[in-house]
């Protein structure tokens, strides 16, 4: 086993109800378990989802509500961020960005104006200015608070890297790019179609199967998809709920993951505040429940993975903590470990392997 960084990022503005200080380091010791906290990155505002190269020694964060994507050198035997530049996104509150496997552009799902954007990326990380924006077409959904327009709100590549798949929370749609010499273009398909009011908003494929599991905010589900990676078409085979019966009251879920052996899925509910378990089909990727598991805390935005699978970390951002669970590698099932770090509203945790 090895000590792992931490890149932790969280709101810290008032319009987002912030409390946090922007990115936070931190190194968990492999035997004990244990988080030191070793930097803190103040002066940026909302930091949230982050995404790293292979290598390692790059971070991309966006930021909640502005419209600035920030790029960061990593110092490997420290772990320490240094920024190297910030850009303007193309578009408002971006809320995620996906790496081409070239690792030379950044794709960006702009939730405010309902665009994609792809930004080039010069040789030592730094992020450079728009080469193309999309704006998204659609109806927006029946919620008229959370569907007024079109919400994409993540971006992810399929295995084979020539795909880009976005979800609009505000269309009700899973929108399917080409990736092509650093441009996208609509698939065939185009896009699919979710239930209504469903907005999706998540999304993870499977490690082995052809299949794209989608996790629907507003009413609590997950899409299971069939996918073509010759194509990039998807075909709706399953919905499930991810709320046990008899939940009363407002619930929205938030992140998706799968565990590296595909038999394992897991998705949050903000409302429940709980991590639902099931088991995947090895088949045909279809899912059963196993459990719902509480955070211990409030809203739980995001959550991930330990590297070597062995334990979940709950990131809850009402609550402004980190809540970890063992995972059991026969089950997939979760145990609460008593661990407990506070920190400042919580968005997302990146976490990276340390000497």
């Keep these: 086993m090895t000590d792992v960084f931490a890149y932790v990022g969280g709101y810290t503005t008032p319009d987002r109800d912030g409390r946090g200080n922007g990115i936070n380091v931190y190194r968990i010791d492999a035997s004990s378990g244990a988080w030191t906290h070793l930097q803190n990155i103040g002066g940026l505002e909302n930091p949230s989802l982050f995404t790293l190269n292979r290598a390692g020694t790059r971070l991309w964060s966006v930021h909640g509500g502005r419209s600035l994507i920030s790029a960061f050198s990593i110092d490997r035997v420290s772990g320490h961020l240094t920024l190297l530049n910030q850009q303007d996104c193309g578009g408002t509150n971006p809320v995620d960005t996906a ?11 702009n ?10 990326l010069a040789d030592d990380g730094r992020v450079l200015p728009v080469s193309q924006s999309v704006t998204l077409e659609g109806t927006p959904g029946p919620d008229p608070v959370h569907q007024t327009q079109s919400h994409p709100h993540a ?3 399929d295995p084979s890297g020539r795909f880009v798949v976005i979800p609009d929370k505000g269309f009700d749609r899973t929108f399917f790019f080409r990736f092509d010499g650093g441009r996208i273009a609509p698939t065939a398909q185009g896009s699919i179609a979710s239930k209504t009011g469903a907005a999706p908003r998540h999304t993870i494929f499977h490690q082995t199967l052809p299949i794209l599991y989608v996790n629907n905010e507003l009413d609590s589900t997950v899409t299971v998809f069939d996918w073509n990676a010759e194509t990039g078409h998807a075909t709706e085979s399953q919905v499930v709920t991810t709320l046990p019966g008899g939940h009363q009251g407002r619930n929205t879920t938030a ?9 394992f899925l897991y998705v949050s ?4 505040d709980s991590i639902v378990l099931y088991n995947i089909d090895p088949t045909n990727g279809h899912l059963s429940y196993v459990e719902h598991m509480p955070t211990g805390g409030t809203r739980p935005r995001f959550f991930t993975l330990k590297l070597a699978e062995s334990h979940i970390f709950a990131a809850n951002q009402d609550s402004d903590d980190i809540t970890v669970f063992a995972v059991a590698s026969d089950t997939g099932r979760l145990t609460p470990t008593g661990t407990r770090i506070h920190v400042g509203s919580p968005s997302a945790i990146s976490l990276l392997s340390a000497p």
Excluded: C, K, M, W
Excluded at 99 to 109: G, I, N, Q
């Design 99 to 109: 790496l081409d496997p070239s690792e030379r552009h950044l794709v960006v799902a």
């Design 111 to 120: 939730y405010g104006t309902g665009s994609v954007a792809v930004l080039p």
């Design 155 to 157: 971006a992810i590549f």
């Design 255 to 263: 992140e998706i993951a799968t565990t590296r052996d595909g038999r």
């Design 269 to 272: 509910n903000r409302g429940q």
